[in-house]
């Protein structure tokens, strides 16, 4: 994949666009590089929580004794 810029200063340590039908590296920046999903997996858990809690307006206490 071609390289869109080399003056950007980059915000992030690995990158990947891919075409989705066909799944072709658009572009790429260390597309290879195993890190961590931080956001998407905020986002998951936001969406299935949203899905999930009838009552959002309950609040909830947990124990991180409990959870263990």
């Known amino acids: 994949a ?5 003056d950007i200063k980059k915000p992030y340590v690995a990158m990947a666009v891919m075409e989705e039908d066909t799944g072709r590296l658009l572009y790429g920046y ?6 961590p ?5 905020k986002i ?8 999930t809690i009838e ?3 309950k609040k909830l206490l947990f124990r991180t ?3 263990a």
């Open 30 to 35: 260390e597309p290879d590089k195993r890190v």
């Open 44 to 51: 998951a858990t936001a969406i299935i929580a949203l899905e």
């Open 2 to 6: 071609p390289e869109l810029t080399k």
């Open 55 to 57: 009552d959002l307006d």
């Open 37 to 41: 999903m931080a956001s998407t997996t």
């Open 65 to 67: 004794r409990r959870l």
